[in-house]
C-alpha cells in the first residue's frame, strides 16, 4: 500500500486494482526498452503509444467517463481520475490521448457525423487528438487570439499560426479556436473548428523545449473548411473552450507524479527535508479527494479544480528541486526519460512544464480568487471530521481559528482603501488571500482525511501531516492577514491579537512541528 493513496469508494477500488495490474505489466522496464524517444513529450516512440492506448482501450479505459451513446461507460469523472493518476504513476502515455484532449468538446458540442468521423477512433485508441487553442501573442489570453475563420460561400477560410500544442505531430485532427466576427466583443467574437492535420494548407512545426521533447506550431494559410468542421455553434468558441479547459485543468495525473518523484527521492535528502515533502503531498492528496467526492456525489467542481492544479504543481517543483540538489556528483546528468540514468536533472527541467500548461499558475490564482470572493465565505464550509484523537482535535482548533483569520481578511482587509482603491483591488493582495485560502482549506481537509483514515501506518502518516500542516499554515495565514490589514492588525486591541497569541501557544500541543515531521520520516524511510 502506498502512504499516499486516495481514499477510494468501494466501486473504485477494483477499477483502480485493474489499472494497476495493467500498467505494472504495460510499463515493466523490459517492455519499455527500446522505445525511448527523447523528442516526445510521452518519452516513448509512437508506435509504442499507439499499441499501449489501443490496449488500454480494449480496457475500456480511455473513455471511461464519456457517455455510452460515444463509446465510453458513462461512469462520474472521479473513475478518469483514477486512471490519470495511476497512468502518470507508471509514466504510461495514456493521459494526453484524443479521448483526454479532445474527448470532451466533442461528446458535448460535436453532431452525429462528426462523432463518428473523429471521436469513435480516439474512443478505440486509433487516432490521437489536439487541441490548439494558444498563440504566441495571447498566451494565457484566450480573448487576444488573432487566428481567423472567414465564412465564404462554401464554407470557412482558416488562416493564422497556434502554438504550444501538445502532440500536433501524431495528431490526426485539432479543435482549433479562431475568431469569427471581428467586430463583437472578444468573448463573443471566437467560434471552435474541427481541422483535419493533413489537409491542404495546414503546416506542423516541432519546437524543442529546453527537456528535448517537442511541442507543436501549427501554422494554417488560407484553410478550406467546409460547414461540417464548424464545431457547436458560431460565436459560442469561448464558453466551449472554457468549458473544455475546466474539465481538462482538473487532472490528478500531477498527483501520480508527485507520488512517483517522492519514491525515487535520492538517498542524500535529509528525513526532515523528505518529511516536509511528504507532508506537502499529504495536502495535495486532501484536495485530490474532494475532487473524487465532488464528482462521486454529483456535486459541480469549480475553483476546487485549480487549487488542485496549483498546489499539486508546485509541489512538483519542490521535490524536483530537493532532489536535485541532492543528488551525487555522478547523479547529475540529464538523461531521457526511461533512458538508463537518474532522473532528477530531467525532473528538475520537467517540473517548469506543469506550472504553465492548461492556464499558468498565476491565472488560476485569478480564478480562484474571483470564485472566494465573490460572496462571504462560510464559516465552516470543510467539518474536520469527529475524532477521539487529540492531536486530530488540536488541529480542528487550529484550522477553525485559521478559518476565522480568513473571514476578518475578507471582511475587512480586503476592504481596506489604498491609493484610491481598496487593497483587494490589487492582484498581490488577492493572491496572498488565495494562498491563505488555500493554506485553510489544507488544514481543514487533512485533519478530515486523518479522521476518516483507518488504524495503521497510513492514518499515522495522515495525522503527523495534519499536525505538521496545521502548525505551519496557522502561522503563515496570520503573517498574510497581518500583512493585509497593515499596522492596525498589530495592536492588543485588534481581532487578530488573541487569535495570533493563540497560534504560538498552539504550535507544541499535541506535538511540535519537529516531532512530526521526525514521525514523518520513520514512516517514509
Same mark, same amino acid.
Not at 188 to 210: C, I
Not at 355 to 378: F, Q
Given at each position: 500500500?502506498?502512504?499516499?493513496?486516495?481514499?477510494?469508494?468501494?466501486?473504485?477500488?477494483?477499477?483502480?486494482?485493474?489499472?494497476?495490474?495493467?500498467?505494472?505489466?504495460?510499463?515493466?522496464?523490459?517492455?519499455?526498452?527500446?522505445?525511448?524517444?527523447?523528442?516526445?513529450?510521452?518519452?516513448?516512440?509512437?508506435?509504442?503509444?499507439?499499441?499501449?492506448?489501443?490496449?488500454?482501450?480494449?480496457?475500456?479505459?480511455?473513455?471511461?467517463?464519456?457517455?455510452?451513446?460515444?463509446?465510453?461507460?458513462?461512469?462520474?469523472?472521479?473513475?478518469?481520475?483514477?486512471?490519470?493518476?495511476?497512468?502518470?504513476?507508471?509514466?504510461?502515455?495514456?493521459?494526453?490521448?484524443?479521448?483526454?484532449?479532445?474527448?470532451?468538446?466533442?461528446?458535448?458540442?460535436?453532431?452525429?457525423?462528426?462523432?463518428?468521423?473523429?471521436?469513435?477512433?480516439?474512443?478505440?485508441?486509433?487516432?490521437?487528438?489536439?487541441?490548439?487553442?494558444?498563440?504566441?501573442?495571447?498566451?494565457?489570453?484566450?480573448? &487576444?487570439?488573432?487566428?481567423?475563420?472567414?465564412?465564404?460561400?462554401?464554407?470557412?477560410?482558416?488562416?493564422?499560426?497556434?502554438?504550444?500544442?501538445?502532440?500536433?505531430?501524431?495528431?490526426?485532427?485539432?479543435?482549433?479556436?479562431?475568431?469569427?466576427?471581428?467586430?463583437?466583443?472578444?468573448?463573443?467574437?471566437?467560434?471552435?473548428?474541427?481541422?483535419?492535420?493533413?489537409?491542404?494548407?495546414?503546416?506542423?512545426?516541432?519546437?524543442?523545449?529546453?527537456?528535448?521533447?517537442?511541442?507543436?506550431?501549427?501554422?494554417?494559410?488560407?484553410?478550406?473548411?467546409?460547414?461540417?468542421?464548424?464545431?457547436?455553434?458560431?460565436?459560442?468558441?469561448?464558453?466551449?473552450?472554457?468549458?473544455?479547459?475546466?474539465?481538462?485543468?482538473?487532472?490528478?495525473?500531477?498527483?501520480?507524479?508527485?507520488?512517483?518523484?517522492?519514491?525515487?527521492?535520492?538517498?542524500?535528502?535529509?528525513?526532515?527535508?523528505?518529511?516536509?515533502?511528504?507532508?506537502?503531498?499529504?495536502?495535495?492528496?486532501?484536495?485530490?479527494?474532494?475532487?473524487?467526492?465532488?464528482?462521486?456525489?454529483?456535486?459541480?467542481?469549480?475553483?476546487?479544480?485549480?487549487?488542485?492544479?496549483?498546489?499539486?504543481?508546485?509541489?512538483?517543483?519542490?521535490?524536483?528541486?530537493?532532489?536535485?540538489?541532492?543528488?551525487?556528483?555522478?547523479?547529475?546528468?540529464?538523461?531521457?526519460?526511461?533512458?538508463?540514468?537518474?532522473?532528477?536533472?530531467?525532473?528538475?527541467?520537467?517540473?517548469?512544464?506543469?506550472?504553465?500548461?492548461?492556464?499558468?499558475?498565476?491565472?488560476?490564482?485569478?480564478?480562484?480568487?474571483?470564485?472566494?470572493?465573490?460572496?462571504?465565505?462560510?464559516?465552516?464550509?470543510?467539518?474536520?471530521?469527529?475524532?477521539?484523537?487529540?492531536?486530530? &482535535?488540536?488541529?480542528?482548533?487550529?484550522?477553525?481559528?485559521?478559518?476565522?483569520?480568513?473571514?476578518?481578511?475578507?471582511?475587512?482587509?480586503?476592504?481596506?482603501?489604498?491609493?484610491?482603491?481598496?487593497?483587494?483591488?490589487?492582484?498581490?493582495?488577492?493572491?496572498?488571500?488565495?494562498?491563505?485560502?488555500?493554506?485553510?482549506?489544507?488544514?481543514?481537509?487533512?485533519?478530515?482525511?486523518?479522521?476518516?483514515?483507518?488504524?495503521?501506518?497510513?492514518?499515522?502518516?495522515?495525522?503527523?501531516?495534519?499536525?505538521?500542516?496545521?502548525?505551519?499554515?496557522?502561522?503563515?495565514?496570520?503573517?498574510?492577514?497581518?500583512?493585509?490589514?497593515?499596522?492596525?492588525?498589530?495592536?492588543?486591541?485588534?481581532?487578530?491579537?488573541?487569535?495570533?497569541?493563540?497560534?504560538?501557544?498552539?504550535?507544541?500541543?499535541?506535538?511540535?512541528?519537529?516531532?512530526?515531521?521526525?514521525?514523518?520520516?520513520?514512516?517514509?524511510?
Amino acid at each position: 500500500m502506498r502512504l499516499t493513496e486516495l481514499r477510494l469508494s468501494p466501486e473504485l477500488l477494483p477499477w483502480r486494482d485493474d489499472i494497476r495490474e495493467f500498467l505494472n505489466s504495460e510499463m515493466a522496464p523490459d517492455v519499455v526498452a527500446g522505445h525511448v524517444d527523447p523528442t516526445d513529450l510521452t518519452g516513448l516512440d509512437w508506435a509504442f503509444e499507439q499499441r499501449h492506448q489501443r490496449e488500454a482501450a480494449r480496457r475500456h479505459m480511455l473513455a471511461v467517463s464519456l457517455p455510452v451513446v460515444d463509446g465510453g461507460l458513462g461512469k462520474s469523472r472521479a473513475w478518469k481520475h483514477v486512471y490519470d493518476l495511476e497512468a502518470a504513476f507508471f509514466g504510461a502515455p495514456s493521459i494526453d490521448t484524443g479521448v483526454t484532449l479532445c474527448g470532451f468538446v466533442l461528446s458535448r458540442y460535436g453532431t452525429e457525423a462528426q462523432k463518428a468521423r473523429w471521436l469513435t477512433p480516439m474512443v478505440s485508441g486509433q487516432m490521437m487528438g489536439a487541441i490548439a487553442y494558444s498563440e504566441a501573442g495571447a498566451g494565457n489570453n484566450l480573448a &487576444a487570439i488573432s487566428t481567423t475563420a472567414i465564412r465564404g460561400a462554401e464554407g470557412w477560410e482558416l488562416s493564422g499560426t497556434k502554438s504550444h500544442v501538445t502532440g500536433a505531430h501524431k495528431a490526426g485532427v485539432a479543435v482549433v479556436l479562431a475568431v469569427t466576427d471581428t467586430e463583437a466583443q472578444p468573448r463573443n467574437s471566437m467560434s471552435m473548428f474541427l481541422v483535419p492535420l493533413d489537409a491542404p494548407g495546414v503546416h506542423v512545426r516541432r519546437r524543442p523545449t529546453v527537456n528535448r521533447w517537442t511541442l507543436g506550431e501549427v501554422a494554417f494559410q488560407r484553410v478550406r473548411l467546409d460547414e461540417n468542421c464548424l464545431l457547436g455553434e458560431v460565436g459560442y468558441g469561448w464558453p466551449q473552450v472554457m468549458a473544455a479547459v475546466g474539465a481538462e485543468r482538473g487532472s490528478l495525473a500531477h498527483y501520480g507524479w508527485i507520488e512517483q518523484w517522492l519514491m525515487r527521492l535520492p538517498t542524500g535528502v535529509p528525513d526532515w527535508q523528505r518529511a516536509r515533502l511528504h507532508g506537502g503531498a499529504a495536502q495535495v492528496r486532501a484536495f485530490c479527494q474532494r475532487l473524487i467526492d465532488y464528482e462521486i456525489a454529483g456535486r459541480p467542481v469549480g475553483y476546487e479544480a485549480s487549487v488542485v492544479k496549483v498546489t499539486a504543481t508546485e509541489l512538483l517543483q519542490d521535490i524536483a528541486r530537493t532532489a536535485r540538489s541532492a543528488a551525487g556528483p555522478t547523479q547529475t546528468e540529464w538523461t531521457p526519460l526511461f533512458d538508463e540514468g537518474p532522473p532528477y536533472a530531467y525532473d528538475a527541467l520537467e517540473a517548469l512544464h506543469p506550472t504553465i500548461s492548461v492556464g499558468a499558475n498565476e491565472t488560476h490564482r485569478d480564478m480562484i480568487a474571483a470564485a472566494l470572493l465573490s460572496e462571504d465565505p462560510p464559516a465552516n464550509p470543510h467539518p474536520s471530521g469527529e475524532s477521539d484523537d487529540p492531536v486530530l &482535535a488540536a488541529c480542528a482548533d487550529m484550522a477553525a481559528d485559521a478559518r476565522q483569520v480568513l473571514s476578518l481578511t475578507a471582511q475587512d482587509a480586503l476592504n481596506r482603501p489604498l491609493y484610491g482603491k481598496t487593497v483587494g483591488d490589487f492582484q498581490v493582495a488577492r493572491h496572498r488571500f488565495v494562498d491563505m485560502a488555500i493554506a485553510v482549506e489544507a488544514m481543514e481537509l487533512a485533519t478530515a482525511e486523518a479522521a476518516l483514515a483507518p488504524p495503521g501506518p497510513q492514518r499515522d502518516y495522515l495525522v503527523s501531516a495534519a499536525k505538521v500542516t496545521g502548525n505551519e499554515f496557522l502561522l503563515d495565514v496570520l503573517a498574510g492577514a497581518h500583512q493585509l490589514h497593515g499596522a492596525d492588525g498589530y495592536y492588543d486591541d485588534h481581532n487578530l491579537a488573541p487569535l495570533t497569541q493563540r497560534a504560538w501557544a498552539a504550535q507544541a500541543r499535541k506535538g511540535t512541528t519537529a516531532e512530526h515531521l521526525d514521525q514523518l520520516a520513520s514512516l517514509t524511510r
